[in-house]
């Protein structure tokens, strides 16, 4: 049996289509003439447009002409071997000289294979990213050690910022403000040539490792008091934003979130998978704990001094009256994009334990001379069952902080012999992706009002002892009431007051509120195939058929379920085994 080469049978299929449009598609005189063809009456084929090409036809990409649409068409629809799938670019690293035939590889600077005379190639002739413009130097403080990948920095600690360093203070020690692989550590700022310094959120003035900042303490405006960007959130119901960690489900805009705005780490600043990388969306490990912003602002209590060094006024709300009291607040917090806040629902109506909207809307909004805001974070651990928990039955955070840092607040008697600060209220936010198996509970005092959705899930009102509550996302008619979407991202708020000096106790529990983030790692051009590559072949990656390309994904080869007939091709069933209808090496015996 003869294996015949594929062109023959291309060629034959060209010559039979030219010759059906040459019958079908002729104008003028359809007539045949004595010796029974077709044309002028003196034989000819000329008409008023003159003589007819047999070629003529709908110019497509494929059909092996250049055309003037096209940058290139080596006779085929397939990327990978120099001529992109559509014609319409020439693909990195090649030259595709004559239409109809192969490409080949272009031996030049720039195509990411090092080559005769080079040191380096990284895909590109700019200079000053670790190779030269000529790909013959690496720079000073860099190193290039994969072919068409980035290059790195050669040294962290060299004072020379090179690669993904953010900054270089001329050491690999940590807690200094650069880190030991040179990222900028949070909190601090480190300009070229000068020392490494603490940031300071709500300046207005974004730096260091800041994500933004709006120069307030407000949680849910898109701007966090730790200087960290939130999900874009209206009414409770939220999208997500580059950099703030939150991958929405469906959501085409962000390739990938890894909870910052930097560059050079797998995943750009517009949220754009980076070359070079493996990125895994990063939900199936949950971390050991979870860090949850919360903004605390402290009051000085009915009962404390008044006049001299002290402020002349106290807040009537707190360390006043007792007694558990819903109905506080409204079933809706406020929707201005700037004041998240619960709103008063006592105005007009008698009041056992607060006296008034104006006293209320202080609770969780700064005013000077009435309260002092401290901003922190509630460290969940997680448990054994999964879930997430902040307990501290002894709780007071401000114990050396807010007022009675400035001296103008007396500490108080916990009844257990310790004094301590009281009169404070707390916000915490969380964003999650619904699921439908969520489960907040919560214990403690004194007021709790938890909000999903910008909804009132919770209500815990009043001055009182440690209570208990739970909002199950599993029971349908909470769902309905929450107006809950599976699939789509929420807040859940948690807004807290401590008002008596009898005790103070707070226990948060989440279950199953999560949402997805992206965790990248530099790993093509090493030699192992990582997650989120399909090949590495470590320098051997590169452009060509059969080849692993240099990000780690296949070009063109056998297996890939696409016959490439211009590279010999003859079958291809996905697949390099022997035994089946096409072999190993996709040619099989024709005839």
């Not at 939220?238 to 805009?253: F, K, N």
Request: proline share 6%; aromatic share 6%; charged share 25%.
């Amino acid at each position: 049996m003869l294996k015949h080469s594929p062109y023959r049978f291309r060629l034959t299929g060209l010559v039979l289509a030219s010759l059906l449009l040459t019958l079908t598609a002729c104008p003028g005189n359809t007539d045949p003439d004595e010796d029974g063809g077709t044309g002028n009456p003196d034989g000819s084929t000329q008409t008023d447009g003159g003589p007819t090409d047999v070629d003529a036809g709908p110019a497509f990409c494929g059909d092996g002409k250049k055309h003037p649409a096209e940058a290139c068409d080596d006779g085929n629809t397939q990327s990978g071997d120099g001529c992109k799938s559509d014609c319409a670019e020439v693909e990195l690293g090649f030259q595709c000289p004559t239409p109809g035939e192969k490409c080949i590889v272009a031996p030049t600077c720039g195509n990411g294979v090092v080559e005769t005379g080079e040191i380096c190639d990284d895909r590109n002739t700019a200079s000053s990213d670790g190779c030269s413009a000529d790909c013959k130097v690496v720079e000073t403080g860099w190193t290039c050690p994969l072919q068409g990948q980035r290059c790195k920095a050669a040294q962290c600690g060299d004072a020379i910022i090179a690669g993904d360093e953010e900054c270089e203070d001329g050491n690999a020690a940590k807690g200094d403000g650069c880190s030991d692989i040179c990222r900028l550590e949070p909190g601090y700022k480190c300009p070229p040539g000068q020392p490494c310094s603490r940031t300071t959120c709500g300046d207005k003035v974004k730096e260091g490792t800041e994500q933004c900042d709006d120069g307030n303490n407000d949680m849910g405006d898109g701007c966090s008091p730790l200087c960290v960007l939130e999900p874009s959130c209206v009414n409770g119901t939220c999208q997500a934003r580059c950099g703030d960690g939150v991958i929405l489900p469906g959501d085409t805009s962000e390739e990938c979130d890894d909870g910052n705005v930097r560059a050079n780490d797998g995943c750009s600043n517009t949220c754009k998978l980076e070359e070079g990388f493996a990125c895994t969306r990063v939900t199936e490990s949950p971390p050991t704990t979870v860090e949850v912003p919360v903004v605390y602002r402290d009051f000085r209590g009915k009962n404390q001094p008044t006049g001299g060094a002290y402020p002349a006024t106290t807040h009537p709300d707190f360390d006043d009256a007792n007694g558990g009291e819903t109905g506080i607040v409204g079933p809706l917090y406020t929707s201005t994009l700037t004041n998240l806040k619960p709103t008063y629902a006592k105005a007009g109506v008698a009041s056992n334990t607060t006296h008034g909207k104006a006293a209320f809307d202080q609770w969780y909004t700064d005013v000077a001379g009435v309260n002092k805001t401290v901003v922190s974070t509630l460290k969940l651990n997680k448990q054994g069952t999964g879930s997430y928990v902040f307990d501290n039955q002894s709780f007071f955070p401000l114990d050396n902080l807010g007022w009675v840092a400035s001296s103008q607040e007396n500490k108080q008697n916990d009844g257990q012999g310790v004094a301590r600060n009281f009169s404070f209220t707390s916000e915490a936010r969380y964003w999650f992706e619904f699921k439908g198996t969520e489960v907040l509970s919560f214990r403690g005092d004194d007021d709790v009002f938890v909000y999903i959705n910008g909804k009132l899930a919770l209500d815990l009102g009043g001055v009182h002892g440690p209570q208990d509550g739970q909002v199950s996302l599993a029971d349908a008619p909470t769902v309905t009431k929450l107006g809950l979407v599976k699939g789509k991202i929420y807040e859940v708020v948690v807004f807290q007051a401590e008002r008596h000096i009898t005790g103070s106790s707070y226990k948060l529990t989440l279950n199953n509120f999560e949402t997805q983030r992206t965790d990248c790692k530099s790993t093509c051009g090493n030699g192992t195939v990582d997650p989120g590559e399909q090949c590495d072949t470590g320098n051997l990656n590169g452009p060509g058929y059969g080849k692993c390309s240099l990000t780690c994904i296949w070009n063109a080869r056998c297996g890939d379920k696409i016959p490439q007939y211009d590279f010999g091709e003859t079958c291809d069933d996905g697949n390099t085994i022997d035994t089946d209808s096409c072999p190993n090496d996709c040619t099989k015996d024709i005839g």
